[in-house]
């Protein structure tokens, strides 16, 4: 395993989430990163779906992290994180932020 990997990611914050400024249900947010989802996988591009719907600070950056070890996030982001391919974008991650995509990127 990497001692670092550099990743972006989409969050779809939840009204109950941590620090969360959203209003949305676990059940819209879930469908919105879904929906998130199917654009990726037809083709649309991490960055610009990061600028226009993630939830984090890090969107306006097309949500790049930077680099970080397997310990610098929540449990289950980082083992979703760890566990791509560089260049591989995970499948919806929840955490108790809300629901994410994760794009390795390095």
Do not use: W, Y
């Not at 819209?28 to 990163?33: F, T």
């Not at 930077?66 to 760890?82: E, L, R």
């Amino acid at each position: 395993m990497a001692d670092k990997i550099k990743a972006s990611h989409i969050l779809i914050a939840t009204a109950d989430g941590d620090r969360s400024r959203s209003e949305l249900s676990l059940e819209d947010a879930e469908a919105k990163i879904k929906d998130l989802k199917k654009e990726l996988d037809d083709g649309a591009e991490f960055a610009d779906l990061a600028k226009e719907h993630s939830d984090c600070p890090s969107g306006a950056e097309g949500g790049d992290l930077g680099q970080f070890g397997p310990n610098a996030m929540v449990p289950s982001f980082g083992a979703a994180a760890f566990a791509l391919k560089e260049g591989e974008i995970s499948d919806v991650v929840k955490t108790s932020f809300g629901f994410h995509l994760i794009h390795r990127t390095g």
